[in-house]
């Protein structure tokens, strides 16, 4: 079974975060929430408290099949400054696995980092104006070798379904799936 880790980071944006690991999990995946802080207890975006499953610190050493990075203005900018959230993308962005923001993670956190190695990506508002290592497309979703980044909340089911496919490696189920739950994809 396919891993996740979703990466929260105080601020995180909680609708990214939600409906991309409600989607994967929908799909039996497996999928782990992380605490970017030294406790579980992570509060989102608008104020919503959430408890992880586990801290970064405690799974530092865990390789999964992807990460994924939700944005939030506070959460990005969290995530980007955590040296140990830039050590756990750039070891599973060499192992080659997916490494998935949406939002301003895209932009603060792989582009503020140089992780993103002149691969295409999407990001939220005019953030890419300030992105060099990378090549910013206007898109809902943009995939490019192991990066799938997604614009932002208004396009998280997008996202997650493209996440999922890809750890899926079958469009079929999430196919199925999206239209169970009325959505086109």
Request: charged content about 20%; hydrophobic content about 45%; some cysteine.
């Amino acid at each position: 079974m396919k891993k996740i880790a979703v990466l929260l980071a105080p601020g995180f944006e909680e609708g990214e975060a939600i409906v991309t690991i409600d989607i994967l999990r929908r799909l039996d995946l497996d999928v782990e929430l992380l605490a970017c802080t030294t406790t579980r207890g992570v509060t989102s975006y608008h104020g919503i408290p959430m408890v992880a499953d586990s801290t970064l610190t405690e799974r530092s050493g865990v390789l999964y099949d992807a990460v994924v990075l939700p944005g939030g203005p506070q959460g990005s900018v969290n995530l980007a400054a955590n040296p140990q959230v830039i050590d756990f993308v750039a070891t599973h962005d060499a192992a080659s696995k997916l490494i998935c923001p949406i939002c301003s993670a895209a932009a603060r956190v792989l582009g503020g980092n140089g992780l993103l190695k002149g691969r295409n990506y999407v990001c939220s508002g005019d953030l890419w104006q300030d992105v060099k290592d990378g090549n910013y497309v206007d898109a809902p979703v943009v995939e490019d070798g192991n990066l799938i980044s997604g614009k932002g909340f208004g396009h998280v089911f997008d996202f997650a379904f493209t996440v999922a496919a890809r750890l899926l490696g079958d469009e079929a189920p999430v196919r199925e799936h999206a239209e169970h739950i009325y959505y086109r994809w």
